[in-house]
RNA sequence: AGGGCCUUAGCUCAGUUGGUAGAGCGCCACCCUUACAAGGUGGAUGUCGUCGGUUCGACCCCGGCAGGCCCUACCA
């Protein structure tokens, strides 16, 4: 069941439910966000500044189509954004992510044609004014649906600046930048061959065009000469195409047809007489060596029919049939229907030769899915040879960065063989084109404002070009339109170039490319300086996620039922250098637990924070450091290491690594560590101790929430308001934690501790361990004797003597030197020249049996290891070109092992 | 055809300058120990696709091969 909740954004109370309800054991995510997102929004956090001292950090969203529903890609692609925007923000940046949606031409003008179908209108019999305004109504009451499910993730968008690709101020700018590229000759209008949708009734641009492999037929159709007996065969994928055919063409050097070579073809069907021409680009030994020509209706044909000026002829209707430029009998068939009845024809005439299975890619529609004609029409155009040039050049010198750098060599490739781009669109749902073409003189007058007049004879009877512009087109200027371009705005001087662009690769050269091409036209800077590109989802399986297949999975519902952090936290922790991913529901519920293991870690630091005083420096309060545990020493200096680590893998785009860091910190060392060694602390006597352990359990508690603040905003900004010590009013506007801005409060983390409780924690899990494998129960308590070879062992061990029975379950634990030996479990630990052996009696506590396995395994181990280090340090090609502390490091660790296999083999003497 | 990517534990994947392999999930055993069973403790598991080269030493660098994936172009 699943119970929507829609976000009020009127709410401005505390976020907090209060401090005096007790934390549930479960973290409820649907309790918590919807009221910590609208406060974070009453509250203004999400705005930057158009002037402000701080540095700026900005990054525009890329503007999600109208009419679409919020996806995987799109979590991941605003997670990664939200994550930067966040972390940027909490570092003292003016941050601003710029959000939008897009009108998304044919998407949406589907989607409202769709429904006046069902009321069995069509947008024809409406007209383009009333259908415009029809959509817009759409747009009003539908298009706000992904903006709302996109703040149910978290997004912290600076909301007031929320630009629609239609709005008026984009539309001016739209209409600049094509006036001024008409201006200078780089857009124009011509007859060309495209690709052309037949179910759209559109144009498309190359790159709307998706190749698929088809399984289809090779026919073999024979043409008979014009003059005399002979006929020639040419092999063909697409029959029907032979009605607009134009030329036969041979290899010049083909002997077969060598002699045919500027005779006639009579064409079937048509009687038209059409040239039989050489040309090199026929391949002799494909089919029949010989190739029809029809330049109207294939690329390859257009090129050769341009080279010996061939006629065109059109045999297309804008939806697919055939035109009258046809027999009769085929007029206003489609193309697959003609094929079926001129094959049959042919057939009949007997003229069809030979029918091969045959498999070639077949032009898409990426929108409709439906068959891409090749097109003769008229059509706008942006030149792209001069844009293209600096496009180039800022990624090879680098003033442009791709992360991860590898598509670098894929986007300049592309920018070689760019071809100019198709984009006028037959459609009414986007920006007009604003030409206008004079029924008296025939002249094109092109304005930024709507003219009264032909701009050539000054006739009043102009009419304006009924196509629409390609809806990248206005995406093309996103980075500048949506701040105030062509004005000199403030935000323009302020976040122009801005800093990231997040985006998947599918449309590095849709939009990334087409982006910096315009930028550096209108505003002569990069749009952005680097581009971050990311992979796209899969699904468990590795599958594309998409609606037809239904394996897709739906972000809201996964947030509904896990929280929005989870989801978050999932897809940033495997988001590794561009590689797609995989999402899977097992990691998923991983994560979710997680958020549950900081909720309830919240929910015992603030227990044990009972009574804690918040000293006057805030967060920069030291301990009385003699007060320190070592554990305290410890926690600080892993979380100096945590910071610095985070810091790293943020500064170059390691996301996984980011959120791995603090997951492992947060969980492994300070939950089942720290938070296990305080109890005794917390709940002793001691009133120092305890004070400092509290001060810095505080301090520590802040900075993880801090640190996992970009990554799982909701679950922190939550438990931040309950904490006693902070320094903000907001998780949101709090600083990020660094090395470097931390630098005070770390000075209390100490490497020594971290060594001497690394040795505390190696001892207990060698009891634990001894613990488990004789499967002494958890409930029984032991006594044990720890054994240290020196006396700065002795003192850590003695230090923390109570942590250890506490952590290890004993019953009593002696330090000192070994006395009997007998019935007893040893295990020897070592780290860096610290050595303790652990002595576990086992008298009739366990079958001495399963200890004698134990022990085995841990010799038959350690051995292992011996042989192999010995093996090498007995290599002098080793000793001798290995660096010194290599072989060091080996020789150190020789003799431990050798140390911790003589005390394993006594202690497995002693046992039998 | 050209270009790129991938192959590491049962599964999904990390592995940042070459020093002898890790995580999450799953699995096995024991535990409802007063933050958390969405939990705790312990445990098992890998000739790092294959062959060869460089090196004292290769998951890492170089080359061949096999398998999988993606992109671009084209195949009348």
Redesign the pocket.
Known sequence: MLISRPMNSSQSELPSQGHSAALP???NPQEVEGRIYSWWESRGFFKAEDVSTKAPFCVILPPPNVTGSLHMGHALDHTIQDVLVRWKRMSGFNALWLPGTDHAGIATQSVVERELRKEGLSRQEMGREAFEQRVWQWKEQYGNRIVEQMKRLGDSCDWDRLTFTLDKEVSKSVRKVFVSLYQKGWIYRGTRLINWSPQLESALS??EV??Q?VKGH?WHLRYPLAQGEASLV?????PETMLGDTAVAVHPEDERYKDLIGQEIELPLTGRRIPIVADAH???????????ITPAH????YELGQRHNLEMINILNRNGTLNDSVPEPYRGLTTAQARKKLVADLEEMGLLVEVEP?S??VGHCSRTGCVVEPLLSEQWFVKTSELAVPAKRVVESGTLRFEPE?WT??YL??MS?IQDWCISRQLWWGHRIPAWTCTDCGQLTVAEEDPSQCGHCGSSKIQQDEDVLDTWFSSALWPFSTLGWPKETEALKTFYPTNVLVTGHDIIFFWVARMIMMGLEFCRDVPFRTVYIHGLIRD?Q?LKMSKSSGNSVDPVEVIEQ?GADALRFTLMS?L??G????F?Q??L??Y??F???IW??A??SL?ALEGFEVPEQGLQALPQRSDLSVADQWIVYKLGLTEKAVD?ALQ?Y?F??AA?AVY?FA??EF??WY??FI?PIIYGSSESEKKATQLVLAQVLNRVVRLLHPFAPFITEEIYQKLPLKGSEALITETFPTPRQDKHWLSVGSQEAALALDLVREV??AI??I???N?I???EKIAVRLVPERDEAQKILGDNKGSIMTLA?LESCEIGPAQSLAKCALAPVVLGDLRVDVVVPLEGLVDIAEEIKRTS?ALEKRQKELA?LQG?LN?E??V????EE?VE?GRVQLEQLRNQISSLEASLARLR
């Open positions: 054991d479960r973290y190359d790159l998706e190749h492999e090779l040419v092999a063909t994928t697409r026929v391949d002799k030994d494909f089919g029949s060596g010989a190739v029809k294939d690329f390859n044909d045959h070639h890619s590898s060599k894929t490739h592309w063989i468990a590795g896990n495997q590794a250098a590689r797609d991913l995989k899977s097992q990691r519920e991983g979710r637990n958020m549950n293991k309830n870690a929910r015992f227990a790293e170059s390691r996984a690594d791995n492992s969980w492994h939950c089942d938070l296990e109890k207990v899990t634990r361990n613990r488990g494998e499967r129960k958890p409930g379950k395994k192999q090498r290599n090609n080793f001798k070109n290995a660096p290599v490091q």
